[in-house]
């Protein structure tokens, strides 16, 4: 184990945990502790707001989906950016006029109705839920090749250390800690960029020398009477296994080792190509490429180029930043990339890795992951993904809530100003360390959650051990938000206000703690159920169920005089079922449930473009029906 | 209870100004966005074309989304700022 990552993850804990002690003395007041009284300074709200947003779905998540997918994963850096638009046009400066601790408190500041109160209070709940998933998913993903640790004990210790930063000293706190993270994350990010295009291209990168490269056997082979013959006698086919439409494996043996290959056939001629795999016996045991699982015995790290321009000659040195990308994304450029196939076989529960190849006019536009050029459905998911990008945004509880920490209506919209500038800088970077992690051997084969870090890693460990501990207090950062966000939603919108309860201060803030205490425990048995998904993934989904649920009704009640009390109810009623009931019946589930994606009934995953039109529609027709009763009542 | 906010208020006469200019240009960014999935529905390999500096579109229009979006958040803050003074010096005015 080394101790300098470990040394630098439990100094930046320690650092923030003192941060929450000092500022726990300005949380006494509800003001203090859910808003931080209103009187942070615009330009630390802004970087705060981007420590906010910079979750581990922006870290973890869109780094690991380019270093597998290539500019499929951009795509979620172009739409969270697209979003602050959104907030800063149309919603910054109203909410903060209208509002004072909650999202409710500004659906609510016109209409004073229990039942947006308690719709308000729910989806608040929801939302902030689905956006906790993914943060414990990647804080489990950070702890364990850091500290050694199993992934329920990373979450548990995030969900942990959290609860202690919230129910200490709520929203000041907060800020600070991700005044901070936001800061060091983009500087370090920055670092990390300038290292790849310091570094170039390799044919066999090594990890500046730490790790040999390793050269994959490929054996040809022939057909003979319906058999698979490997050209190289001392090799044997045990088994093939044919999944339709995806790949061809065969299982060989060669003296004591067996080993999964890819066939591939191209112009008549067979090749199998070395594979890597996992496979758990029934007895319990855990065994990498045959042999059992240890911590010298793992998968490999993978991903490279074999072709730059056309050339399998590749010139070494620096790179510009845009000759980066530009050679890259050439049409004649090769990149091995790796994909996974789970199944069972003989007994044995396994996961296959296998060789991909990608061309880099492939690698650098849509349509590896969303299939733009797939069926109308196919592509239907692709424009619900990125109108729920857009509009989610400006619809995420822990975003609106920071808009009551500064004082006026100009701070909020200069502190989103300053947001949208670090977060798309940020933002720029993750296309660099996703593709830098693709070409430099780093990505994790079973889990591209923590490319970022490992590419990190294969600088030196202190920029990892740094890079770690700034991921992890990325995620505590908006774990830490979100569950201000909740907390404010139970203790604020649930209990003083929809149930009348009329607590005193004191009494609210402690309900505030209690409640972040709940909401932190459910947070941590989520992010061990849905280990191995994709972060960012998970956070598109949380992007789609606000936008659903919160936004029709902010914009609606900002720009449309006929809303009523009963329309927002229902608008934000209908998001939330339509989303929810949309991504539970979707491929990505039903692959959660252990089924086939392709029993799942609904075959898209993103909801948006069908959840989002369907709760503005419900506002207005509820809103145009109750025009009368809301006049009288 | 409650129910006021958290720093108090003073009245803003540009706020009709801002949010109008806020929505056009809202507006004009959504359509640039549009287009941007538009031409993956319609025309993907187009993406593939070069721009500049060997730069293809996906790269060349993913950027200028994000830039785009801060040179709008700095000239509506421009704006903004502006109107606000000028309501304010003629508030001081009357």
Redesign the interface.
């Known amino acids: 184990m080394e101790w300098m990552p470990i040394l630098v993850f439990l100094g930046f804990v320690g650092a923030v945990l003192g941060m929450s002690f000092f500022f726990a003395r300005k949380a006494r007041s509800?003001?203090g502790y859910?808003?931080a009284?209103?009187?942070i300074h615009w330009s630390v709200n802004g970087i705060a707001f981007a420590g906010d947003y910079l979750s581990a779905a922006s870290f973890l998540g869109i780094c690991g989906m380019i270093a597998t997918a290539g500019?499929d994963g951009?795509l979620y850096?172009?739409g969270y950016?697209?979003g602050?638009?959104?907030a800063?046009?149309?919603v910054a400066?109203?909410m903060?006029?209208?509002?004072?601790?909650t999202f409710t408190?500004a659906l609510d500041?016109t209409f004073?109705s229990k039942g947006i109160q308690l719709a308000a209070a729910i989806s608040t709940l929801v939302v902030s839920i689905f956006y906790l998933i993914p943060q414990m998913v990647g804080a489990g993903v950070l702890v364990t090749p850091l500290l050694g640790l199993p992934h329920a004990v990373g979450v548990m210790l995030v969900g942990g250390i959290v609860i202690i930063i919230v129910a200490t000293a709520g929203m000041t706190s907060t800020t600070y800690v991700q005044f901070l993270k936001g800061g060091l994350l983009v500087v370090f990010s920055f670092a990390i960029v300038v290292a790849v295009l310091v570094r170039g291209f390799h044919a066999e990168p090594d990890q500046g020398g730490k790790v040999p490269f390793h050269k994959y056997a490929t054996i040809t082979a022939t057909e003979v009477d319906g058999a698979l013959v490997p050209d190289d006698p001392t090799v044997r086919v045990l088994d093939v296994k044919d999944i339709p439409g995806i790949v061809t494996l065969v299982k060989t043996t060669h003296g004591e080792t067996t080993t999964w290959f890819r066939k591939e056939v191209e112009d008549g001629r067979i090749t199998l190509r070395e594979c890597q795999y996992e496979s758990h016996a029934a007895d319990g045991a855990v065994y990498i490429n045959g042999a059992e699982k240890s911590p010298t015995n793992k998968l490999r790290q993978a991903g490279h180029v074999l072709k730059l321009e056309g050339s399998t000659v590749i010139e070494e040195g620096s790179v510009g930043p845009?000759?980066f990308?530009?050679?890259l994304?050439?049409?004649d450029t090769r990149i091995r990339t790796w994909k996974s196939i789970k199944f069972e076989h003989d007994g044995e529960k396994l996961a296959v890795y296998y060789p991909a190849l990608l061309s880099g006019?492939r690698v650098?536009?849509?349509?590896t992951i969303f299939k733009?050029?797939g069926t109308p459905l196919q592509?239907l998911d692709?424009?619900s993904l990125?109108l729920a990008l857009?509009l989610g945004t400006a619809a995420l509880p822990h975003i609106l809530i920071r808009y009551?920490t500064?004082?006026?209506?100009?701070a909020a919209?200069?502190s989103?100003?300053v947001a949208?500038?670090a977060i798309?800088f940020f933002?720029?970077l993750t296309?660099y360390m996703g593709l830098g992690a693709m070409v430099s051997d780093v990505v994790n084969p079973a889990d591209n959650n923590m490319s970022a870090p490992l590419l990190a890693r294969s600088f030196g460990m202190l920029l990892f051990a740094i890079i770690s501990a700034i991921a992890f207090a990325t995620v505590l950062g908006t774990v830490a938000g979100l569950i201000v966000a909740a907390s404010g939603a139970v203790a604020?919108d649930l209990l003083?206000?929809f149930g009348g309860m009329?607590l005193p201060d004191h009494k609210?803030v402690l309900a505030g703690k209690i409640s972040a205490l709940v909401v932190g425990v459910i947070a941590i048995i989520l992010g061990i159920l849905f280990q191995g998904v994709n972060v960012s993934f998970l956070v598109g989904l949380a992007f789609a169920v606000a936008a659903s649920a919160n936004l029709p009704s902010i914009v609606m009640l900002?720009?449309w005089k006929k809303t009523t009390y009963q329309g927002i109810v229902a608008s934000i009623a209908v998001g939330i079922v339509t989303a929810i009931g949309i991504i539970l019946f979707s491929p990505t589930m039903y692959q959660l449930y252990g089924r086939l994606p392709t029993e799942a009934p609904i075959p898209f995953a993103n909801p948006g473009i069908f959840s989002i039109p369907a709760s503005f529609l419900t506002l207005v027709v509820v809103s145009l029906m109750t025009q009368k009763k809301a006049t009288t009542s | 209870?409650?129910?006021?906010?958290?720093?108090k208020?003073?009245r803003?006469p540009a706020?009709g100004y801002?949010?109008r200019?806020?929505?056009w240009?809202?507006l004009f960014?959504?359509l640039v966005?549009a287009g941007?999935?538009a031409i993956?529905?319609i025309s993907?390999t187009a993406?593939?074309s070069i721009v500049f500096?060997?730069?293809?579109?996906?790269?060349v229009y993913?950027?200028g989304?994000?830039?785009l979006?801060?040179v709008?958040?700095?000239i509506?803050?421009g704006f903004?700022?502006r109107e606000?003074r000028r309501l304010a010096a003629h508030d001081g005015e009357v």
């Open positions: 509800a003001a859910y808003a009284g209103g009187t500019y951009f850096s172009i950016l697209a602050w638009i959104v800063l046009f149309v400066e109203p903060k006029r209208l509002g004072k601790y408190d500041s004073n845009f000759e990308l530009a050679k994304g050439h049409p006019d650098m536009r849509p349509g733009v050029e592509k692709f424009v990125m857009f009551y500064v004082p006026t209506p100009a919209r200069k989103t100003i949208i500038a798309g933002y720029v296309l604020h003083d206000r009329n609210k900002l720009f | 209870m409650f129910h006021e906010p958290a720093a208020q003073d803003d706020s801002k949010t200019l806020g929505v240009m809202f960014y959504a966005y941007f999935v993956n529905l993907p993406m593939n500096w060997g730069l293809n579109l996906a790269v993913g950027f989304l994000i830039v979006a801060l709008m958040a700095l509506y803050n903004c700022v606000e």
